[in-house]
């Protein structure tokens, strides 16, 4: 499957939402969409997943246009935080009606993921807890086993044990059944473990798309005496972050593609986790775009 927003702009109540959004999927992968509240993921994902028109520029799934397109739109599941089941149905029947609108339904998986977070059959969906609705959307999100699976947050009344054996269940699944998920998510340290990419979006705009193995080699802490720190040449390197204390500074740098690191003297550099670049890169990125 491959995913294109080309120049993408949408507009809500006359505020820009989108501008000239663009982004290119065309492998298979766990997808982190990050940004900041309002960065507008939502509104792209909904874009993606045929749910929302836009204003101008292309969008492509599958080659054509996702939007009002039931053959494009059966390949594809939506799960967000609330909202995704009319909440005076039954779970029973939520399990029953699902089945019309994910032909890669696997039966066995959803049934042992219901039973496994204790979801009650009889009870409707507004009597549940968040937690046991997170758990249920997540199950039938999981289970869809749709080429294109976008998860935006809708794990969040979750605790953080059922979290933690969400995660494990996404990974095996996908090992067996790889496809495109993408999952938006503000628990990036509990869930960087399961990316394999990363697009990070703010402004309506994608500030960077990258493998998360490939970013992990460019963005870096050096550490190490004020004065050594203060021989880094500011005008090469991308600068993300500086902070000191007593003695001792620290600097988070973006390597471009193939730029080599000249280490100062007594100085070490280890990668940025992906949630310390989000927070550093996202607070920096008017220096870079």
Not at 73 to 94: A, Y
Not at 111 to 125: A, G, I, Q, T
Request: aromatic share 8%.
């Amino acid at each position: 499957m491959n995913i294109s927003l080309n120049q993408v702009r949408k507009q809500i109540k006359g505020q820009e939402i989108l501008r000239n959004m663009n982004i290119t999927i065309d492998k298979v992968g766990i997808y982190a969409v990050l940004g900041p509240n309002g960065a507008g993921k939502t509104t792209c994902m909904h874009v993606m997943a045929g749910l929302s028109n836009w204003d101008s520029g292309t969008v492509e799934v599958y080659g054509a246009s996702p939007f009002d397109n039931a053959s494009i739109l059966h390949h594809i599941c939506f799960i967000q935080e609330s909202d995704n089941f009319k909440p005076t149905l039954k779970v029973k029947d939520v399990l029953k009606q699902i089945e019309a609108f994910y032909p890669n339904l696997n039966q066995e998986l959803l049934h042992r993921l219901v039973k496994e977070y204790d979801l009650p059959l009889n009870k409707r969906l507004i009597e549940l807890s968040k937690g046991m609705n997170s758990a249920l959307n997540m199950s039938i999100g999981l289970a869809s086993r749709a080429p294109l699976t976008i998860f935006d947050e809708p794990y969040i009344g979750m605790d953080a044990t059922a979290r933690k054996k969400l995660y494990k269940e996404i990974i095996e699944d996908y090992v067996d059944y790889p496809r495109i998920i993408l999952f938006s998510t503000h628990f990036i340290e509990e869930t960087e473990s399961i990316f394999e990419h990363a697009i990070i979006v703010n402004h309506g705009q994608v500030l960077l798309q990258e493998p998360v193995e490939e970013l992990a080699e460019r963005a870096l802490r050096i550490t190490g005496p004020t004065e050594a720190m203060k021989t880094i040449d500011r005008s090469v390197y991308k600068i993300i972050s500086e902070d000191s204390f007593l003695s001792e500074s620290a600097v988070a740098i973006l390597l471009d593609k193939g730029q080599e690191l000249a280490l100062p003297i007594n100085c070490s550099v280890q990668p940025l986790s992906l949630q310390e670049f989000f927070i550093d890169y996202t607070a920096k990125e008017k220096s870079f775009v």
